[in-house]
């Protein structure tokens, strides 16, 4: 069972635009995490929000939670021809490690 | 430091073959999980190992996979007899320890069955 569904499902962008994905989940969660995968390869962890934060910054991420809403965005600023990859949320609802994982935003990033 | 290490990264059968998967954690990470992804999707826990006990196996169909970490390190998963629906990426993933640890990927294993 998928505890988040992303949207877009697929999002193609020219390089040096932002491209932003969003996050919607189900039941009550300690975090959101969001994590990158490139083709044929394995997921890489880009950024954990707590449920007491609202927004936080690595690099060129922006990442939002809002828990009333039951929602999360994942903003890429100035994207890369590299950014090019499958963009997972995931949250762990009994703060176990048990990550369930939406089924993810594919972003084309065009040179 | 090397990261997460699975073999085979490809493996093809045909249906009703058995087949193992295999996976190095990071050293030092007590937490191990098998992840099934299947094309288009995000990945899937089958299990998730504290050292070498299986704390949560309630998505692993007991049926035809198993499971083992001997000493709390390496791990294998197995499928006996595979199915044309077990088709799919099994990706090993490891923790410091369990809760809200970030997880670390292997590359995974792209199984297919004829």
């Known amino acids: 069972s998928q505890q988040g569904e992303e949207d877009p499902q697929a999002l193609s962008i020219q390089e040096g635009e932002n491209a932003t994905m969003n996050c919607s989940y189900k039941t009550s969660i300690n975090n959101l995490q969001w994590y990158r995968q490139n083709s044929g390869r394995g997921l890489v962890h880009l950024i954990l929000?707590?449920?007491?934060?609202r927004e936080k910054h690595s690099g060129r991420l922006r990442v939002t939670l809002d828990t009333s809403k039951k929602s999360s965005s994942l903003l890429i600023t100035a994207s890369r021809a590299a950014d090019t990859a499958s963009y997972f949320c995931a949250t762990d609802p009994g703060n176990t490690g048990k990550l369930i994982f939406g089924q993810g935003t594919t972003l084309q990033v065009k040179p | 430091e090397a990261g997460v290490v699975q073999s085979p990264r490809y493996k093809i059968i045909e249906k009703k073959q058995p087949v193992a998967f295999w996976c190095n954690p990071i050293?030092?990470?007590?937490?191990l999980y098998w992840y099934l992804q299947n094309l288009g999707q995000g990945p899937e826990l089958l299990i998730r190992y504290e050292n070498e006990e299986a704390v949560d196996d309630s998505q692993l169909p007991k049926d035809r996979f198993s499971a083992e970490r001997l000493k709390g390190v390496d791990s294998t998963l197995k499928i006996q007899p595979a199915e044309l629906g077990d088709s799919a990426v099994y990706l090993c993933?490891?923790?410091?320890?369990?809760?809200?640890?970030?997880?670390?990927f292997g590359p995974g294993t792209r199984l297919t069955v004829l």
């Open positions: 929000i707590r449920s007491n934060e």
């Open positions: 050293s030092g990470h007590n937490t």
């Open positions: 993933a490891s923790s410091p320890s369990g809760g809200a640890d970030t997880q670390y």
